[in-house]
């Protein structure tokens, strides 16, 4: 058992923040799921897992349960919900990274799920069809999902996806054609607020697209956040170390790795600065294009 648990921790440690992301999901989902097998075995109906996890629609509880603006977007039950998700995840996010890095992709997926969440939230306390159905829970990474979607299918719209029985396809398309079944759907369904969310993570990914073509990156102040949180975890980890640390020698396959990483950075910057001229260029992306030079 150990060495399963050791594999699965080795695994995720090695993984990008794409699979990082579909690990705590699937996480997610087999412990809320164990947790529900316990409560009706023991008859614990008080330990209301979801209610402590998933984003309310009244304001007033949201500010005080305000973490579950970010944890409703790791919280799945149902084993399909969380499959397409996940699918969803994986195939538009390895699109995704192909143009942008992982930094990028973690942010996004944060910024998405927080502007599904604020739509949703808002729409059932504004909208009178929303409020006559009175107050509900949302759980799910579909937001975040579709930010991932829209960002890819509108930085790239002549990027392609192999469907079964229709071969090759623009996403472009696909995106425009979910997005438009999500609208539909918001007068109908069992999950108005699940379709809600959804325009909203839309919505973020097409603005991300639509301003990075202009040369501004909206998800900077999360990823600033995000890198605040991870070092800030770092130092608690090696806090009190006094033992030298020797950093492990590159070995050749992870320096082919990293070179065809900053190769491939290189070319998305060669390719915004063809397109949009210098002035476009973030910072950083001035920084790595001089390094290259250098080199």
Not at 98 to 120: D, H, K, M, Q
Not at 225 to 250: M, Q, T
């Amino acid at each position: 058992m150990s060495n399963i648990l050791d594999n699965i921790k080795r695994t995720f440690n090695k993984g990008d923040v794409l699979m990082k992301f579909i690990f705590i999901n699937v996480a997610m989902f087999l412990a809320i799921n164990a947790v529900g097998v316990i409560v009706i075995l023991f008859q614990l109906e008080s330990l209301d897992l979801i209610s402590f996890l998933a984003v309310p629609s009244q304001l007033n509880r949201v500010l005080i349960r305000f973490w579950t603006l970010l944890t409703y977007m790791f919280v799945h039950v149902d084993f399909f919900h969380i499959l397409f998700n996940m699918l969803w995840l994986y195939w538009f996010g390895k699109i995704f990274s192909t143009y942008f890095n992982e930094r990028t992709l973690g942010s996004l997926y944060v910024i998405g799920g927080l502007a599904g969440a604020l739509l949703y939230i808002l729409a059932f306390n504004t909208i009178p069809y929303y409020l006559d159905l009175g107050h509900s829970l949302m759980i799910g990474a579909s937001a975040s999902v579709m930010a991932i979607v829209m960002a890819a299918a509108f930085y790239r719209p002549d990027a392609t996806l192999n469907l079964l029985l229709l071969g090759r396809v623009k996403i472009i398309y696909i995106a425009i054609a979910v997005f438009f079944i999500d609208f539909f759907s918001l007068s109908t369904g069992n999950n108005p607020g699940g379709h809600v969310a959804h325009i909203g993570g839309a919505i973020a990914g097409y603005l991300f697209a639509n301003q990075y073509r202009k040369g501004k990156d909206i998800t900077l102040p999360i990823s600033r956040v995000l890198d605040k949180i991870a070092n800030l975890f770092k130092k608690r980890k090696y806090r009190g170390a006094h033992k030298v640390v020797y950093k492990k020698p590159e070995s050749d396959y992870d320096y082919n790795y990293r070179k065809a990483q900053e190769s491939k950075n290189i070319d998305v910057i060669l390719d915004k600065l063809k397109q949009s001229g210098y002035g476009s260029l973030t910072s950083e992306e001035k920084r790595q294009l001089f390094d290259a030079s250098k080199k």
